[in-house]
């Protein structure tokens, strides 16, 4: 278990830090149980790592996350069910350049045993019936093609048909460029989802992940209705080295960091991964109740319609019965 | 000329009788609300919103700009239903103030409650505003970032909403930066807060070329909340304590929270188009009956 | 008539102006026939500044205007009608300071012959049938009491019977203080107004001229579709004096003008006087067409409901070949 | 062991091919796609805007921050109606180019997008866009201000609106700066457009490591108008005079005139659930056909 995240730690592009990591921090020399902090270099055993959410003990670094691990530290323990884990990409462009692409999805998925840029299914949270689609940065930098963007609307779909809320953790350098125009058509393709997701009232609730980029940033990342990111996350559009190319000067320390983000208005919350399932089940909780009273025209407002039990109730006062008993049951009210 | 003598001291005696009037209660009870309205230790919309809802989560960020902390909103629950709660924050120890910029919000403040707004109708959350702010903030990039049209936008989409409103005026209700808040169904306004369309001091700066007759102005402006119930620019006054809201919160909060209950129950039965129809009379009509000769044409 | 236009540009308070004026232009001893530009310093003749569109020959300085003289220079001769011409305050407030609200009115009514801070009329401009109003800042700095919200509403409504297009001239200090808390709800009375008319899809088009500020700019000025203003005018919520005195340093040049404000993506265009009419006549032209051609579900798009006329058209030919005939029979078409 | 021996030759032989490949016609077609889409002489968006419509007028400004040069739209008459047309532009001579920051838009520009296309939207006018960028600007405060929301928000707008939209490529269709103008329910493209994922010089510096290589790049992006046609990315494709648009604009602009009539009528017909139910499936299908085993989940 623990080599296996060692793996996932060490494999995992980190495009911004790279540089830095082998000027600032000597081969510390640890033991195959230990890794040295991508942002301070203390060096810290697995297992303590692992408690602690993958953060490091001394600054609070969040590390590099497989989807896997995500869906582990998120989930109610079993309640997975992933979707479309055997879609792959026909290789529509035959793209070629050093190396096939064919041949770099073949030798990816020998080397991390991850599959595609993002892992789907359902799931709860806190008792709550979710879906959720979770990035991974080890596979091609998290980038977006058909398969990507297939899953993202396979979600979006069971999400309205279900009416769970829809959560997804983004981490990308955006879209994937073997796949050419096609992958550019993914970010219309999930935009196009978003967008029934809103008509039909469904939650929609994302958490950027260190990095964020191009595409994925630009389309479904942030159409969501609240958006919530881990510290220090690199979120821009266009990378930092590229900026830096073009305006040809310095960048502001922090720049395009989730805290530079947030005080920029882009953001709604920067949640450190310790407090991530507690604020997403707040969020769930009040959106949730809100889904379940629908609003219909020319009938008073706030008659509810919960469609996921099937029942129809009428009347506001009844709606809140129901709502603050089903709060109670859960032993949530008022915590 | 007799008429002109008796003109001049018709005129003589008129303004003893405003200087005499200027001394009395009416006028000094107006500039104690404006000071109670100001009090340091009044109760904020953050204290509301902590002690009228059990749950709040706070979204931040105009999506576009920035984030402004002189304006707060979030998802919060409200008997068993989830509501949209957004309001001005001023802050508490010079610190915060400064963080908050007094409450005077820039145009992200106002970009931002419109998002929250949208959001909220998006699933047909009823809105609850807090408004409490000196005003809009008079700053060189605030202009050059569109004061104006974020004020604007902020009132076009409080008019065009599809779901109930309810604006609570608590403390300092300070011109078109309230009023950008509380274009709602329902107005409701604290004993002691004031709604004016200009500070006391800028009136008196202006009409009476001296910021030290804000006391005349505060009296000229009927800016308490038994004139704006008067001139229905309200719909009820939620009572405070003797001394003010800061003397007793919970039971201001006890107060305030069957009135929203109240408020919100009679505008969720509504029909969208019904809500709308109401809100636009209910503006349209206002000064409609201080106006002369309407009938004749 | 000459001396007509004198009292309306002496009478005229133009706040930002007056102090550098008094400093930087000795009294020019012009005759009564001839003012001095405002801003040059050139004396003009009057006949020629009429010839003008009164603006200065000179530097293009653009005269305040009263709106009876606007009126005379925008639509065509003769078909103005006015309503609303008798409204009046009755002092809600009984508001005094150092002269009461009921003896100021009367004062600017005596001295101006203005009787309120907007008129407002149907009328043609170019032939097309429009709904107008027109802000006077002569009377008490083109406040907004609860006359200029009534006649404001009272437009729309005229507007949304009669199929009419909105178009609305703007100069304005603010809310009208002597009507207190009254005036501010103006604001939220006029943006209700502009509301219904969005819904009905009817055009509305602004033109601010110098100043328009405060409570008239941030809500019905600014909640055009298309918003035009005159060259330099002073365009902000809130005035330089009381920006100055808050940060406690000079503003840059230009600040607040028109241009500045149209950098700022606040504006569509800086129209000159003289182009005025043509401007909008294209606006109207390419807005009225667009109106005709309603859109309603589930039957096809693009069928026509022209309001005005009272006569049905269905079809997309059908439109396409009325709408067609409309402009030739102008002598519109191509220009 | 043989086995290996024969690998090795394979993957040899397989380089020579793709050496040689790299040296014939259907690459250097490609790049000569994009030497004619970058053009100097290329027609831009005001070009066929000048010829397409009788009548325009421009509609500045975000109404929020800035007026953004790099794209400019307005009302227009095409054929007897109003529509809204909003385009990219690059610029012509230097001063120009600068000034429109060469067709790389900030976030005002697609912001100001939006505002046109709501304002489009309310009286029901087709829209449509012309699209010609190296992509959006890559700045230090054009991502402070947010470019990657302006992009995502330009995207959402696009496909909420209910008037039929037609898009069409007329130069560089540079990455998502593109696209944001893009998702429209018809997308045409000039001959010698191209569209791509990112640029052949981006691409071939990241994956060649050398930005020299863009020549190989530019094929293996498969960019051209034939291309995007045959991945359905694309409606129809307009044909240009050979040696490129710039050489008979007339021309040009007549097969386009032709075409956009006939996509808005064929829109103008459907009603508004139609419309977008038609335009989510377009966008929804895209790449689905190169998936393998979507069948068996
Ligand atoms: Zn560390
Ligand atoms: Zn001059």
Redesign the interface.
């Known amino acids: 278990m623990e080599q296996r995240i060692t793996v996932e730690i060490t494999k995992r592009d980190k495009p911004e830090l790279k540089k830095e990591e082998k000027q600032d921090r000597a081969p510390s020399g640890v033991s195959s149980n230990a890794i040295s902090c991508t942002k301070c270099g203390t060096p810290i055993d697995l297992k303590d790592l692992e408690k602690n959410w993958f953060c490091c003990p001394q600054c609070d670094f969040h590390m590099p996350l497989s989807a896997r691990k995500r869906i582990e530290l998120l989930v109610d323990p079993g309640s997975f069910s992933e979707f479309g884990e055997k879609w792959t990409s026909t290789d529509p462009l035959n793209f070629f350049d050093l190396k096939s692409y064919q041949d770099r999805i073949n030798d990816i998925r020998a080397e991390t045993g991850v599959k595609e840029a993002m892992i789907c299914g359902r799931a709860t949270i806190s008792d709550h019936p979710v879906v959720l689609c979770f990035m991974d940065f080890a596979f091609m930098g998290g980038s977006m093609g058909c398969v990507v963007g297939e899953k993202f609307v396979r979600a979006v779909d069971i999400a309205i048909e279900e009416r769970r809320p829809l959560i997804v953790f983004t981490t990308s350098g955006g879209a994937r460029m073997q796949e050419g125009i096609l992958s550019l058509m993914q970010m219309a393709k999930t935009t196009c989802a978003v967008q029934r997701l809103e008509t039909e009232k469904i939650p929609y609730i994302s958490v950027l992940a260190n990095p964020t980029t191009g595409g994925v940033l630009a389309s479904f990342a942030l159409q969501a209705d609240v958006i919530l990111a881990e510290p220090e996350a690199l979120i821009c559009f266009t990378g930092p080295r590229v900026i830096k190319q073009t305006i040809g000067k310095e960048l502001p320390e922090g720049f395009g960091k989730a805290e530079f983000c947030l005080s920029h208005g882009q953001l709604d919350m920067i949640v450190s991964r310790k407090e991530l399932r507690k604020v997403l089940t707040l969020y769930i909780d009040l959106l949730e109740g809100a889904v379940q009273c629908e609003y219909e025209e020319p009938e008073p407002a706030f008659r509810g319609l919960p469609k996921r039990g099937g029942k129809i109730i009428r009347g506001i006062r009844e709606i809140k019965k129901v709502a603050f008993d089903a709060w109670r049951s859960l032993g949530r009210h008022g915590s | 000329m007799p008429g002109v003598h008796l003109d001049g001291m018709v005129a003589k005696i008129y303004k003893q009788i ?1 200087e005499l009037l200027s001394r009395t209660s009416p006028q000094k009870e107006a500039w104690r609300t404006v000071k109670l309205a100001r009090h340091p230790k009044r109760p904020q919309t953050l204290d509301y919103i902590e002690k009228l809802f ?2 709040f ?12 902390p002189a304006i707060v909103g979030g ?3 409200f ?4 509501i949209m709660a957004i309001g001005h924050q001023k802050g508490k120890d010079t610190k915060d103030k400064i963080f908050r910029n007094f409450g005077m919000p820039n ?2 403040g106002y ?2 409650a419109v998002r929250l707004m949208r ?1 909220a109708e ?4 009823p809105i609850v505003t807090f408004i409490d702010t000196p005003g ?1 903030y ?3 990039e ?8 974020a ?3 902020c ?2 989409t ?3 909403l ?3 409103t309810v604006a609570v005026l608590i403390g300092e209700g300070g ?2 930066g309230a ?2 808040l ?2 709602a169904d329902r107005v409701l306004m604290l004993r002691n807060a004031f ?4 500070s006391p001091e800028g ?1 008196a700066a ?3 070329k001296d910021a030290k007759q804000a006391t ?2 505060a009296e ?4 308490t909340s038994e ?2 119930l008067r ?1 229905r ?1 309200i719909d009820e006054i939620i009572d405070e304590p003797r001394g003010g809201a800061h003397k007793h919160l919970d039971q201001v909060v006890r107060n305030l929270s069957g009135a929203l209950s109240r408020h919100l ?1 009679e ?7 019904e ?1 709308k129809k109401q ?2 009379a209910k ?2 009509n ?3 009956e ?5 009938e ?2």
């Open positions: 405003r059990p749950r989560n706070e979204l931040k960020g105009d999506r576009r700009y920035g984030e402004d998802f919060a629950e008997e068993h239903r989830t145009p992200e970009r931002k959001v998006r699933y047909g959350l809009a008079p700053g060189l605030a202009e050059e970032r569109g004061q104006g049209e004020i604007a936008y009132l076009g409080m008019a065009s599809n779901v109930p011109s078109g009023l950008a509380g274009l709604y004016s369309v200009i009136c202006i009409l009476w005349l102005a000229a402006l009927k800016l004139d704006l001139f620019v129950q505008l969720e039965v509504l029909s969208t188009a809500l809100r636009f503006y349209e206002m000064g409609r201080y106006i002369n000769g309407l004749e044409s």
